[in-house]
């Protein structure tokens, strides 16, 4: 039996989705759930979790039941699905009484392959009722690691989802997250009651992801520049921190001549719902959002994700840079930060009005993304042993690997530095101490007799903007902290006393100026020889079949597919069906209308060889 189940789950991905073989582990996944066993799975964003319980649902009798938190995604993921000829549909709070009552009847009449529900109505009890008079897959709970409250999205819903296992304890269940770090894994376990599932833990590395951060003054400029420089025509998402700096960047971006729309929570709900509508559909809009937007965002070619802000830990920094390239095609993580990111998060966690422990965590978090951000060796080295897992070798695909920073000896600039903070009594901030290295004067220093202390005038060697710079690593190294009762004013830590001892020395990284330096991509994802001029002719194409059917672009085929298409130039239809992204459905619906459009193609450029 089991030979035959596999070649039922092999049978659906390629003809409903167009795909040759499983990725990494799916087979295994989709195989132990079509057996009846549990599973828990840790893939990155991008990875294809969704197969992995969507083919054992449509393979297994009866439905599959979704839960995800992510309503606002649910009208996609179903119109995606239909258009592949797979039986879903949705059930959730946006729905009238009509609607649900409709849904309902397919669910009782066995027409439904999937059925994707929110945790809030997965939890009344009409709905389980209703379950307990149907045939059931499977569950999949996605997003799994809402049920965790040391997680960042902890939704107390979820909490309840243990019912599943205590009301049908037969039926298996899949939980998915691209959280991946052991203390959430470990908690959905415990709270899912997952201890007999099998372990699908798949590594976190992202090998399509460029990553870069940079300190700097001018962000905003020199996010323009990269964005002009790499992604002058692609989708991408620019996050910023308050919803103010969400609507001038939107605008800045759109005088520049782009299509940038903003997304933040002081928006209304059909503004933003519209928004992200048109991101979705539209090609090449940039999204500017504070991190309300993205959540469970399934864009495939978002081609880059910018951050103008420091996030605050590494896994909403992997989470956010993880909507970037999930078609797997080379993308970019850019990340631009300065000093008063590092002072304003710490003010804001010491500040929390949490417990002590939850502060303590949330510095610690702190501390390792700022770790991240001065580190001098490979980020990606960095990011993947942040969730565990070791990389042996720099990844030679990051900003350090390609260009690694320089360090010099700061030793004794550290000292100036330090003693200056002490010497001004620790109650000023970075500006004020840098004017009195650098031995200036106004009426502020003269009042506090400042110029008259030993350390005005002793740091003129360097200029402020190497002085900032120094400033920003004591801050991010822990040397100095920033008080929030003193509005930011700079005080010494434990840690700087070795340091003006004389027992330790610092290296510091070196500030380079990142502007106009234009980046040589390294392309690891090998892009089968395209043609451009084809390509280009294929995607408006189908951005026209996209509009007439109010589906987003990649709903009709991927940019992946579109390129080999490019490449292969296929004439026929059985060419066409060895694509991969091109199933059986997709091939009657679309085959020929782009068969026709390469055919046009390649006449009008033979023609153009004759002339
Ligand atoms: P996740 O939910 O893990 O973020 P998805 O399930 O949305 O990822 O899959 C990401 C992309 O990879 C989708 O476009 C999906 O169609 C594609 N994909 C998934 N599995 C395969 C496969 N076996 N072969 C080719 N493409 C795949
Ligand atoms: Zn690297």
Not at 222 to 236: K, P, T, V
Not at 425 to 442: E, S
Request: aromatic fraction near 8%.
């Amino acid at each position: 039996m089991q030979v035959e189940t596999g070649e039922a789950a092999l049978q659906v991905l390629k003809s409903r989705y167009g795909y040759d073989q499983f990725r990494f582990r799916q087979a295994e996944i989709v195989q132990n759930l079509i057996d009846g066993n549990d599973a828990l799975v840790l893939m990155p964003t991008g990875g294809g979790k969704s197969l992995c319980y969507q083919i054992p649902a449509i393979v297994r009798e009866g439905v599959g039941i979704v839960i995800s938190p992510l309503i606002a995604l649910m009208q996609d993921q179903v119109n995606a699905l239909n258009t592949i000829g797979i039986r879903a549909s949705f059930l959730n709070s946006t729905q009238s009484f009509e609607t649900r009552g409709e849904v309902e009847q397919q669910l009782i009449n066995g027409d439904l392959d999937l059925l994707y529900v929110s945790p809030e109505r997965l939890n009344t009890s009409d709905f389980f009722n209703l379950l307990h008079s149907i045939d059931i897959a499977l569950f999949a709970i996605d997003e799994a690691h809402c049920v965790s409250q040391w997680g960042h999205d902890f939704r107390a819903d979820y909490m309840r989802l243990k019912i599943l296992h205590e009301s049908f304890p037969a039926i298996p269940r899949i939980a998915l997250t691209a959280t991946a770090d052991r203390r959430t894994r470990d908690e959905i376990i415990q709270q899912l009651e997952l201890h007999q599932a099998a372990r699908y833990i798949h590594s976190f590395d992202r090998p399509n992801i460029f990553y870069r951060i940079s300190e700097g003054q001018n962000n905003r400029e020199r996010l323009w520049q990269f964005i002009e420089d790499n992604h002058a025509e692609s989708a991408g998402i620019v996050y910023c921190l308050s919803r103010k700096n969400v609507e001038t960047v939107a605008d800045w971006l759109s005088r520049k001549g782009r299509i940038a729309l903003p997304y933040h929570a002081g928006m209304s709900s059909d503004q933003r719902a519209e928004h992200q509508r048109r991101f979705l559909v539209e090609d090449g809009v940039i999204i500017v959002a504070t991190i309300a937007f993205g959540m469970g965002i399934d864009k495939p070619d978002v081609r880059f994700v910018a951050h103008l802000n420091l996030p605050k830990t590494i896994e909403a920094y992997y989470q956010e840079t993880g909507r970037a390239g999930r078609d797997g095609l080379a993308a970019d993580a850019w990340l631009a930060y300065g000093m008063q990111d590092v002072i304003n998060l710490r003010m804001i966690n010491q500040q929390n009005e949490a417990e002590e422990s939850h502060k303590i965590l949330q510095h610690s978090k702190l501390e390792a993304m700022l770790g991240l951000c001065e580190q001098v060796g490979c980020r990606r080295q960095t990011l993947l042993a942040y969730f565990d897992e070791q990389l042996e070798k720099p990844c030679g695909h990051c900003d350090n690997c390609l260009l690694p920073p320089t360090t010099w000896d700061a030793t004794e600039a550290a000292r100036m530095a330090l003693s200056c903070v002490y010497r001004t009594g620790q109650r000023f901030g970075t500006n004020y101490v840098i004017d009195i290295l650098l031995g200036k004067t106004d009426e502020r220093i003269e009042r506090n007799r400042h110029d008259q202390i030993s350390t005005w005038g002793i740091g003129t060697e360097l200029g402020n903007n190497q002085w900032r710079s120094v400033f920003r690593q004591l801050l991010a190294f822990a040397y100095l902290e920033s008080d929030s009762e003193l509005h930011g004013g700079l005080r010494l830590t434990q840690h700087a006393k070795p340091l003006l001892r004389g027992e330790e020395s610092l290296h510091l990284r070196e500030v380079v100026e990142t502007s106009g330096k234009r980046r040589k991509r390294t392309n690891r994802v090998v892009v089968e020889q395209t043609n451009q001029p084809l390509f280009e002719r294929l995607r408006s194409l189908r951005k026209t079949i996209a509009e007439e059917n109010g589906v987003p672009p990649y709903v009709i085929f991927h940019d992946r597919t579109l390129h080999q298409m490019a490449a292969v130039q296929p004439l026929e239809l059985e060419q066409m069906a060895e694509l991969s992204g091109v199933g059986e459905k997709k091939l009657t619906r679309f085959g020929s209308i782009f068969l026709r459009e390469i055919e046009d193609f390649v006449v009008g450029e033979s023609g153009d060889e004759l002339n």
